[in-house]
């Protein structure tokens, strides 16, 4: 089974079902274990969701910026457009280097 993490929102889309599939468990089982409706974890699929992807992450056994690159900031903390929000932080958008992010995981991605 390959670990690499497609660039391609829809493969990676797919990618992390079968991950969860491949451990027994499903998109609705995670909604279920977090009491939630399984809208709040699909939501993931098209817009930035803390909450959501670190568990999808956890679930996994990984990072959600590993997962995420373009949603995380290297020190592990969620890009935020709308700082008000449960998530608080000093500064109110990604760092400015945040494209980095999404660079250095397509150079991991294509030397795995």
């Known amino acids: 089974m390959s670990?690499?993490?497609p660039i391609n929102p829809a493969q990676r889309w797919e990618w992390l079902k079968y991950r969860l599939r491949s451990?027994?468990?499903s998109l609705r089982k995670l909604s279920d274990e977090l009491g939630v409706t399984?809208?709040?974890?699909?939501?993931?699929?098209y817009t930035p969701y803390p909450r959501m992807e670190r568990a999808i992450a956890k679930?996994?056994?990984l990072a959600p910026h590993a997962i995420?690159?373009?949603r995380w900031n290297?020190?592990?903390t969620p890009c935020r457009e709308r700082p008000n929000r449960a998530?608080?932080?000093n500064d109110t958008l990604c760092?400015?280097?945040?494209?980095?992010n999404v660079s250095a995981h397509r150079q991991m991605a294509q030397g795995a």
């Open 59 to 61: 679930k996994l056994g």
């Open 68 to 70: 995420w690159p373009e």
């Open 95 to 100: 760092e400015q280097h945040s494209v980095s």
């Open 23 to 25: 451990q027994g468990s």
């Open 87 to 89: 998530e608080k932080r």
């Open 3 to 5: 670990h690499e993490i």
């Open 38 to 45: 399984g809208n709040a974890v699909q939501l993931v699929k």
């Open 74 to 76: 290297h020190d592990g």
